[in-house]
């Protein structure tokens, strides 16, 4: 009987416990969103900052020594502003945190460096990490006297490297097939990825890396969807501004091999966004934002896929069948069906004419048609073609 008891109390504790935690989730994700929200304008407030010295004839590539100096400037003050902001701190402490950044620019400016001298680089070397105590400070919410405070700082800082480099990892891969697929066209992005992609990117990447850092514990081992959300856009942003190009220059499409490859790759990172993004997302929640961004991804995709299929066709019109151009054309026609329907599924979703459930049920029972492409190129293709 007591036993019984205990069960039972063990159950209504354990039932209550679920429903307080349930009911503590709520204003935890309008928390999550307003730091999101907070995050991502800082990061474009860190881009914007290092391109203003260019509004005075500051450049980047005839002012490395200017940029060498106060990199610092453009990103950290921000990242100390978020903690912040977070933390609650005092006036008084973000006064004294505004002061050291303040000192810091001063003698970072005001001393008559050689340019290409020893002891520039060495400021450009040692002030951030003397101003990395700065945002410790701020992440410690004024606490750093407490060792447990510098501990988790520490961890922080650990774990802000690794997402950094995951980030620019993303990063690398959408400029490479950016820098590819605008090449087809004979378009040279290097001057827009020398001059603003990548500052911009490696400074709004630091604060994005941090807020990653800091919302780890709400994402419960989900890091690859929340990437997948990080990129779509960009990736979405990137073959919009692709298929603008091309219809605005009237370009010619090169199909050449390795397009042919890099399209079909491409096409497999958008499905693959499409897929974490999905995983990631409850199938009971009500269309949202993010939703209006997968639809605009995955338009893209379709567009672009339809580009290269017209591409290759024309290369089969003109040289005839090979190996590379058959599996490429087989890919991108299975590419093209996935997307097409996966495209109507989620307007139909947005619309309120279906549910989530079915979007996902449609990915997850396609997916067999790519491993069977995959075995028929493998088995049968050398047949066809040839051994060489």
């Not at 307003?34 to 407030?45: C, M, N, P, W, Y």
């Not at 990242?79 to 970072?108: D, N, P």
């Not at 605005?248 to 199909?255: H, R, S, V, W």
């Amino acid at each position: 009987m007591p036993l019984l008891c205990n069960s039972k109390f063990f159950q209504y504790k354990t039932i209550n416990h679920i429903k307080m935690t349930t009911a503590a989730q709520q204003p935890l994700d309008k928390n999550v969103l307003t730091e999101a929200l907070i995050a991502f304008s800082l990061a474009i407030a860190a881009a914007v900052f290092i391109k203003l010295p260019a509004l005075f004839g500051i450049d980047l590539d005839q002012n490395e020594s200017f940029y060498l100096r106060n990199m610092s400037f453009f990103v950290l003050p921000l990242l100390t502003g978020y903690f912040a902001w977070k933390r609650k701190l005092e006036s008084r402490s973000v006064i004294w945190l505004a002061l050291a950044f303040v000192m810091a620019a001063a003698f970072a400016n005001l001393y008559p460096f050689e340019q290409g001298g020893d002891t520039e680089a060495l400021l450009a070397l040692h002030l951030p990490i003397a101003l990395w105590l700065v945002v410790g400070i701020a992440f410690s919410g004024g606490r750093w006297n407490q060792v447990s405070e510098r501990m988790d700082f520490v961890r922080f800082s650990g774990e802000l490297f690794i997402y950094y480099v995951l980030i620019a990892l993303g990063g690398g891969a959408l400029t490479g097939f950016m820098a590819l697929i605008f090449g087809t066209i004979g378009i040279d992005i290097e001057p827009f990825f020398e001059s603003w992609l990548l500052p911009c990117g490696v400074t709004g990447a630091v604060i994005i890396a941090a807020w990653l850092v800091e919302i780890r514990n709400h994402m419960a081992g989900n890091f690859a969807p929340v990437l997948a959300k990080l990129f779509s856009p960009l990736f979405a942003l990137m073959l919009l501004s692709f298929l603008g190009t091309l219809l605005f220059t009237g370009n010619e499409l090169i199909m050449e091999r390795n397009v042919l490859i890099a399209f079909d790759l491409l096409l497999v990172v958008v499905l693959c966004l499409l897929l974490y993004s999905i995983s990631a997302r409850d199938t009971k929640a009500a269309p949202g934002l993010f939703d209006v961004v997968q639809v605009v991804l995955v338009t893209s995709a379709l567009m672009a896929d339809a580009v290269a299929l017209w591409g290759i066709s024309e290369r089969i019109a003109e040289f005839g069948f090979t190996p590379n151009r058959v599996a490429a054309l087989g890919m991108n026609l299975i590419l093209l069906v996935n997307l097409a329907w996966s495209a109507v599924l989620y307007i139909r979703f947005i619309s309120g004419k279906t549910n989530f459930s079915t979007l996902e049920k449609w990915q997850t029972d396609y997916l067999p048609f790519y491993a069977v492409w995959a075995a028929i190129v493998v088995i049968i293709f050398p047949l066809l073609f040839g051994f060489t």
